[in-house]
């Protein structure tokens, strides 16, 4: 599902990854876990196409059997939107739109039909436990129910992958669990892959596959 091979990232002087390989298979759920610095959610973001690396000799990215970076800035819009989904430390919920109308704007961008999608984001918020809040903005949800709505506008557009940075570490104990379970869940019956940065232990351990970061490469797998 995923290649990565001889992937560095460099601001400047400064040198964040230093030629990173790694292979995921599709419906394996990943952890990437470091020390704060050692560069995880700089290879988080370019996995993710978020950002780009700094190509060196022998540097691919492979997605899904798509060559990353050949893609031009528009086709590589097109295919983030279609193939991937993101959930982050902190939901980035819209405060003005209500959750469904969250959940739905992933879609509305690839230009889906307006009644279909919003269907789809009713079963995905009826799945998540969330149907009763469905048109209720974030503020009147709790921590972990608008991090449940994040994770439904990361499914929306039934992706191929799904990258999360943090995404239980504004959560409280239970709300975390639940979270952590509901990946596992999410994998389980939709076949999504997970590639997760995170702090929590207990997350890291329950994963496929736990790759430990140092200093800008992986040190463990």
Known sequence: MISAQNIFKNYDELQVLKGVDLFIAKGEIVSIVGASGAGKTTLLHILGTL???????????????QDILKMNDKTLSQFRNHHLGFIFQFHQLLPEFTALENVCIPAFIAQKDKKETETEALRLL???????????KP??????EQQRVAVARALINKPAV????EPS??????SAENLHQLFFKLRDE????????????????????????????????
Do not use: C, W
């Not at 950002?51 to 059997?65: N, Q, S």
């Not at 799904?162 to 940075?165: V, W």
């Not at 997970?194 to 430990?212: G, W, Y």
């Open 51 to 65: 950002d780009k690396p700094t190509v060196h000799e022998g540097t691919k990215l492979e997605i899904d059997g």
């Open 126 to 136: 009826e799945y998540l436990g969330l149907s009763e809040r469905a048109h209720h």
């Open 139 to 144: 503020s009147a949800l709790s921590g972990g």
């Open 162 to 165: 799904i990258f999360a940075d």
């Open 169 to 174: 570490g504004n959560l409280d104990t239970l």
């Open 190 to 221: 939709l076949g999504q892959t997970f590639v997760i940065v995170t702090h929590n232990e207990e997350l890291a351990q329950m994963a496929d596959r736990k790759l430990v970061m140092v200093d800008g490469q992986i040190s463990g797998r």
